[in-house]
């Protein structure tokens, strides 16, 4: 027997227009590509929506063709954003910060119709644009004053493309399970692969965001995500925050510590969302200022292991921290590190202990560690394992690649190894490639950087394993001075002894002026190794 309620699909361009109609005059507030702060809110940015549908629609795009988005957060990628969406198109979002060909490739693998982009990547889009035969038109994100000459085919600004549409339209109604949005995995090694996320995943994870353990955001807060759109629906933020009516502040291309400061402050915002490297610029601005954020009441920090030394940081700033934990696969959100009982009373050194796991996931995502056979393993909080993951939100199958991704129970391998304790905290040890083998051990180079982090003189740390001839791999710990500052290897090794176990220890420390990241703010470690392949240990040598 069915139940009878209504049928009432899970579409993304339902969040849009509850956050018009109940939460209109709500501002979403941006610093412009141009410069300026502009102030809109989500009534408008829901009429400008439909005008983009119906642009698109008068251009040919039909339901499930792709309109790639290269883009900042913007009030109009907002906009672009739900109108691609309207119509049933997928809004493909392009990280552009990954290398000219590599765009080119993803643009190609999912063939995009429309590139709508930002002034910024105009250039860059010209070098590469013989490249890409399906892309019919540009529409570049600006008005007519801004707009530079280009070479781009059928290129249109943006405000004038939509000011020839008059915005009476509607929304389709369509299958819930259809597209809606694409991100390629910024992997380091092969090829990127396409997640293709639908309706109902997107709208799914929204209200998993909004639970008060995970975003948590209300109608009241202001909610600044620094993390783009293109990295993984920015959290998911894009949808979460209007469907809350949240008030939002975008930063645009800016995201040093001056600007993402100035924005906190001056728009009062009570949450924020961005990967560590963002948060230790912010830190590094504000110690040199001497400034606060007293509206600031909690930090969301994932994509890269938050240390141990930035969680205490923003506590002792009096803003609340939530180390999250996810992936592109995963729409993105995982687990996110909440005090639960019985931990919600434990104070100092033990309170971070907790803060600084990964956390447990929120209803909607399950999880299990396995060995390489499949096998589950205890949850101990000490046993290391494959992390797999099961849920509505949690691609089964990359776009356009014939592979299966799920083992035999429906499950998704992460290639993250961590372990998980009695009361299903997560704590992520490595990708399972950066695994340092020691002698048959695993050494987990997260925790060696995340302790490296603390010295006072390091800005960052990177740790790989090195070939060693008795033990097959040793840690090599690779660190960036704070700049201004000094630290021998010594003194970095000293600070680090006796807070791992002896044989975790690194056998040499190498300064670097820079540690390399990858296109979505990790450490790009096949860099490193690549940097380092020959080096040898001066023990290993004597
Ligand atoms: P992406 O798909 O670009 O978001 O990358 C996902 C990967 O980033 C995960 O599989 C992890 O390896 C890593 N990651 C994300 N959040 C964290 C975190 N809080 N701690 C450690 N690694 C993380």
Same mark, same amino acid.
């Given at each position: ?30 610093? %412009? +590509? !141009?410069?300026?702060?502009?102030? *809109?809110?989500? #009534? ?5 929506? /439909? =005008? ?81 035969? %399906? +892309? !019919?038109?540009?529409?570049?994100? *600006?008005?007519? #004053? ?5 070479? /781009? =085919? ?389």
């Amino acid at each position: 027997m069915l139940g009878l309620m209504q049928d009432w699909p899970l579409l993304c361009h339902k969040i849009i227009e509850h956050a018009a109609k109940y939460h209109g005059t709500r501002e979403v507030v941006t610093r %412009s +590509v !141009e410069g300026p702060i502009h102030r *809109t809110n989500y #009534a408008q940015i829901h009429a400008r929506a /439909l =005008k983009v549908s119906q642009s698109l629609e008068r251009d040919g795009i039909k339901l499930g063709d792709r309109v790639a988005t290269i883009a900042w957060n913007t009030w109009r990628h907002l906009e672009v954003w739900y109108g691609i969406m309207g119509i049933g198109a997928i809004c493909h979002t392009v990280n552009p910060r990954l290398f000219p060909e590599q765009i080119a490739w993803i643009v190609n693998h999912a063939q995009d119709r429309i590139v709508i982009t930002d002034l910024t990547f105009v250039p860059v889009l010209e070098k590469i644009a013989s490249q890409l035969p %399906s +892309v !019919e038109r540009y529409v570049v994100l *600006t008005d007519k #004053a801004h707009m530079p000459q280009t070479t /781009l =085919k059928n290129a249109v600004v943006y405000e004038d493309w939509i000011a020839a549409s008059d915005g009476k339209f509607e929304w389709k109604t369509f299958d819930e399970n259809t597209a809606a949005a694409m991100c390629y995995t910024s992997g380091t090694t092969g090829d990127p692969k396409g997640v293709l996320y639908s309706h109902r995943s997107n709208v799914l994870h929204a209200l998993m965001a909004n639970s008060k353990d995970a975003l948590g955001t209300s109608a009241a807060d202001t909610m600044l995500p620094v993390v783009p759109l293109f990295h993984a629906n920015s959290w998911g933020i894009a949808f979460s925050a209007p469907s809350m009516g949240t008030k939002l502040v975008m930063p645009g291309p800016k995201l040093d510590g001056a600007s993402v400061y100035e924005l906190l402050s001056t728009e009062k915002v009570t949450h924020t969302a961005g990967v560590p490297t963002v948060w230790l610029m912010l830190l590094q601005y504000m110690a040199a200022n001497n400034v606060k954020l007293p509206d600031l009441q909690m930090v969301i920090c994932g994509g890269s292991a938050m240390p141990r030394s930035m969680i205490k940081a923003f506590l002792d700033m009096g803003s609340q921290v939530r180390h999250a934990w996810g992936m592109t696969e995963m729409s993105p959100l995982g687990t996110l590190a909440t005090l639960k009982p019985p931990f919600t009373e434990r104070t100092g050194e033990e309170r971070l202990d907790i803060l600084q796991t990964q956390g447990y996931p929120p209803f909607g995502v399950e999880m299990k560690i396995t060995d390489d056979a499949g096998k589950e393993l205890p949850w101990d909080g000490k046993t290391f394992g494959r992390l797999k993951v099961s849920g509505p939100a949690i691609a089964k199958a990359y776009f356009h690649v014939d592979s299966n991704i799920l083992d035999e129970e429906g499950y998704f391998d992460t290639g993250d190894v961590s372990t998980m304790d009695e009361h299903g905290y997560m704590r992520i040890t490595d990708r399972s490639k950066d695994v340092i083998k020691s002698g048959g051990e695993w050494i987990s180079s997260i925790d060696l950087e995340n302790l490296a982090v603390g010295h006072p003189a390091v800005a960052e740390a990177a740790v790989i394993g090195v070939h060693h001839p008795k033990w097959d791999e040793r840690p090599l710990l690779i660190v960036q001075l704070k700049q201004g500052e000094s630290a021998t290897r010594e003194d970095i090794l000293k600070f680090m002894d006796g807070k791992i176990a002896k044989w975790w220890m690194p056998d040499d420390v190498a300064f670097v002026d820079g540690i390399p990241h990858t296109a979505t703010g990790k450490i790009l470690k096949t860099a490193l190794r690549d940097q380092f392949k020959d080096y040898t240990f001066p023990t290993a040598a004597a």
